[in-house]
């Protein structure tokens, strides 16, 4: 079985066997001859070590801080939704109010989800491009949450980035594509609805943006964005789970309601002993109706929360200087 260079299992081979067998392997294959599962026996607050039977307590953020700053987790899997992005001035989708879903009134849609939907769009693609307009990578910026997430690659602690963000803002904080999966889809890459040929999504910024359906330059059919709609199947890139999960020795999820399957259904996948983090402004998933012992919830604005971790990590300084070095590159390439 193939490894990339973290140890975990290549999606081709993923893809090589069946969805079970793939499992079975899984199970029985890793990294020493199988995951051995952190159980944290935490102590006083802040201090913990892995193995030992005493009984489980709360964990706190100091103690997951404490498993990263000492590299007792090493094999971070993050899930992120549209709540990261909406401090890079980007609205999510249900927040009541500024949420996308409760502003959908100029576009005349029948309800909110139709601008993702295949036969609304046959019928009328002009919604989805007007948003798409507003979505377009390259008006917007990374923000702290990204370039942590950014910071936890440089660290080599991330095993994997799982967003459901269209923004490419993942990407831009300068994250690799090895690192991300994409699964609802992006821009990068659009595809001819009559005769299937790819193009990439540059080619149709202009067009985009100047309120014009893109049309395919070889058979005029219309041509969508590599964007996931609702029915449409996830990018094989989603498969990746399969071991990912399996890998995890820490799963962080921030910014998201836990909303849309099957994304929302991983928060569930990493074993019980591995402890998840979410940083979101309420409770929201399995968090809300089916907490674990090993889980920590950071309520409140995203940004905050983040900085909050940075610093009992004692990443701050380091996170300024990468920001700042990233502005810096992101404003050459503007000018
Ligand atoms: N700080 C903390 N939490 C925030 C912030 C913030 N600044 N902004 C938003 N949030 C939280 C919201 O409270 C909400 O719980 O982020 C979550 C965003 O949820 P959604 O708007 O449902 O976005 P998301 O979970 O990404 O939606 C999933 O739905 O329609 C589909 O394809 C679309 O990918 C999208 C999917
Ligand atoms: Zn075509």
Not at 85 to 108: A, E, H, V, W
Not at 236 to 257: C, E, K, N, P, Q
Not at 262 to 287: M, Q, T
Not at 289 to 307: I, K
């Amino acid at each position: 079985m193939a490894l990339d260079p973290l140890g975990a299992v290549s999606l081709q081979s993923i893809m090589a066997l069946s969805g079970r067998l793939a499992l079975a392997a899984l199970r029985l294959w890793g990294p020493g001859g199988g995951r051995r599962p952190i159980s944290l026996s935490v102590g006083a607050p802040g201090s913990f070590g892995c193995g030992g039977n005493s009984e489980k307590v709360k964990l706190s953020l100091k103690d997951v801080a404490e498993l990263l700053r000492t590299r007792a987790c090493r094999r971070v899997v993050v899930m992120v939704g549209a709540g990261i992005s909406t401090p890079s001035g980007i609205p999510d989708f249900r927040s009541p109010g500024s949420g996308l879903y409760s502003n959908l009134q100029q576009y005349d849609i029948p309800y909110p989800e139709a601008i993702f939907e295949l036969g609304f769009f046959f019928h009328n693609p002009k919604p989805f491009f007007t948003l798409a307009k507003e979505l377009y990578p390259g008006r917007y910026r990374p923000n702290v949450t990204h370039y942590f997430l950014r910071l936890l690659h440089d660290k080599e602690l991330l095993l994997r980035l799982y967003t459901q963000n269209i923004d490419g803002l993942e990407r831009a904080s300068g994250i690799p594509a090895s690192k991300l999966v994409e699964a609802h889809g992006s821009f990068a890459s659009a595809t001819c609805t009559v005769c299937r040929r790819s193009f990439p999504g540059e080619d149709f910024r202009a067009d985009v943006m100047a309120d014009r359906v893109p049309c395919c330059p070889v058979c005029t059919g219309v041509v969508k964005p590599d964007i996931v709609f609702f029915g449409e199947p996830l990018p094989a890139r989603f498969l990746l789970h399969v071991a990912d999960f399996s890998l995890a020795d820490l799963l962080l999820i921030l910014g998201t309601s836990l909303e849309v399957e099957p994304f929302a259904s991983l928060s569930e996948a990493v074993p019980k002993s591995v402890p998840r983090l979410l940083i979101n402004r309420d409770l929201v998933g399995p968090f809300a109706y089916s907490p674990r012992s090993t889980d920590v919830a950071q309520l409140g604005d995203v940004v905050q929360s983040v900085e909050r971790l940075v610093d009992l990590l004692g990443w701050t300084q380091e996170l300024q200087d990468l920001i700042q070095r990233e502005t810096g590159k992101l404003d050459g390439q503007d000018r």
